[in-house]
């Protein structure tokens, strides 16, 4: 298996919400109700990637098996509820479907993303992570990310308990 990574492209946005749909839905699916969970799904959709891949505040790289698009990380501004004094930037997505878990994919689209946060001149990065996503957590955690805070994630109307968690660059 060969992996290529590279940057995002708004001809990406469709392939970016499949990743995204099938890999939420596959890991958390169950947690919902069928109302919130298509809220939530409806809340994000490919013209919002298209407007986001064209947003110069964000920043998103895509890994492909075979030429076709199976994870990805978006990195952008901070939208956390905490108080920061250095420039700082958000983790947001990071999602991988499920049969290429274990292949090392997460690191190459870590390593890229402490790279890419840092050369935007970010002194902290920041994401939030389920409070039982063990396996997210321990990449998480590999990483050197520090749990900081607690955060209400909304799904429809149910909110999920999330950790903030912090990088120092």
């Not at 499949?18 to 699916?29: G, L, M, W």
């Not at 959709?45 to 030429?67: K, S, T, Y």
Request: hydrophobic residues 40%; glycine residues 8%; proline residues 3%.
């Amino acid at each position: 298996m060969t992996v290529a990574y590279r940057d995002a492209t708004r001809a990406d946005a469709a392939a970016l919400d499949r990743i995204f749909n099938t890999s939420f839905c596959d890991t958390f699916a169950h947690l919902y109700s069928p109302e919130d969970l298509g809220a939530f799904l409806s809340s994000f959709g490919i013209a919002d990637w298209e407007a986001q891949l064209h947003d110069p505040a964000f920043a998103c790289r895509i890994a492909e098996v075979d030429g076709e698009a199976v994870g990805y990380v978006k990195i952008g501004p901070m939208k956390l509820p905490v108080e920061e004094d250095s420039p700082a930037l958000l983790l947001d997505q990071l999602y991988i479907l499920k049969e290429h878990h274990g292949t090392g994919i997460a690191h190459g689209l870590m390593d890229w993303t402490i790279d890419e946060a840092r050369r935007r001149g970010a002194d902290r990065l920041y994401l939030t992570v389920f409070v039982d996503n063990h396996r997210a957590r321990r990449v998480y955690d590999r990483y050197g990310f520090e749990a900081v805070g607690r955060y209400d994630f909304m799904v429809g109307n149910h909110a999920d308990e999330d950790i903030i968690m912090r990088k120092s660059l």
